[in-house]
């Protein structure tokens, strides 16, 4: 499995966490959370560095506009902590790949 496709597998478990979480009334992801999803995933398809790309952490930084970097930053920063408990494994390969 390439890099681009773990990746885009993790942001929308992240996403998927948080919108659960945080906006539990909808049944599935809200709007603005499915708009930051393929926001993400359509970053992830137009990444540079493609199958060489490092961290997301450093992906984040040059290429989401403002918005979409605070709304996932949100997301990351609510959902890293959790998720390490949830899938410990799947974590650990993202953060040391
Ligand atoms: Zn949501």
């Not at 979409?68 to 408990?85: Q, S």
Request: glycine share 4%; proline share 5%.
């Amino acid at each position: 499995m390439g890099k681009i496709h773990r990746e885009k597998r993790i942001v929308a478990d992240m996403i998927r966490f948080y919108c659960d979480k945080k906006h539990p009334q909808k049944k599935d992801l809200c709007k603005h959370c499915s708009n930051l999803l393929d926001y993400a995933h359509k970053r992830l398809e137009n990444c540079p560095y493609g199958e060489k790309k490092t961290s997301c952490r450093r992906c984040l930084t040059h290429c989401y506009n403002p918005d979409m970097r605070m709304a996932i930053k949100r997301v990351m920063g609510y959902g890293a902590p959790r998720m390490f408990f949830y899938k410990p494994a799947e974590w650990i390969k993202h953060l040391f790949s």
